[in-house]
């Protein structure tokens, strides 16, 4: 019996670490070459204001929010009067998975 509840406990302790893996932090490294090849860094910063808000801001704004979808949306669409009346070009010609890495690495910021 003790043996039982060892290895249930040991099952249970494994499938939660598990869980855990594919949530992983997007790292800086991996994130800024491809905001960089999107030209996303014509408009923004990492941490200073450009002709767009920088992504530190954008974090700090929608932190502790779940805004990732909205976030991506507006990178896909674009959009104006949330950071002032210069409008934001709707980005479609970058891939959906890269638009959710950003918006990923973004709000983790």
Same mark, same amino acid.
């Given at each position: 019996?003790?043996?039982?509840?060892t290895?249930?406990?040991?099952?249970v302790?494994?499938l939660?670490?598990?869980?855990?893996?594919?949530?992983? !932090? #997007?790292? &800086?490294?991996v /994130?800024l070459?491809?905001a960089?090849?999107?030209?996303?860094?014509?408009c $923004?910063?990492? =941490?200073?204001?450009?002709v767009?808000?920088?992504?530190?801001?954008?974090?700090?704004k929608y932190?502790?929010?779940?805004?990732?979808?909205?976030?991506?949306? !507006? #990178?896909? &669409?674009?959009? /104006?009067?949330?950071?002032?009346?210069?409008?934001a070009?709707?980005?479609? $010609?970058i891939? =959906?998975?890269?638009?959710?890495?950003?918006?990923?690495?973004?709000?983790?910021?």
């Amino acid at each position: 019996m003790k043996l039982a509840i060892t290895l249930f406990v040991i099952v249970v302790i494994s499938l939660v670490g598990c869980s855990t893996i594919g949530q992983k !932090k #997007v790292q &800086s490294e991996v /994130a800024l070459p491809i905001a960089k090849r999107h030209s996303c860094m014509a408009c $923004h910063s990492v =941490d200073k204001r450009v002709v767009g808000p920088s992504f530190t801001d954008i974090a700090a704004k929608y932190r502790g929010q779940n805004a990732e979808a909205r976030l991506f949306n !507006k #990178v896909k &669409s674009g959009g /104006a009067g949330v950071w002032g009346s210069m409008p934001a070009p709707p980005m479609r $010609h970058i891939p =959906d998975d890269d638009v959710r890495l950003l918006v990923q690495w973004i709000t983790e910021m």
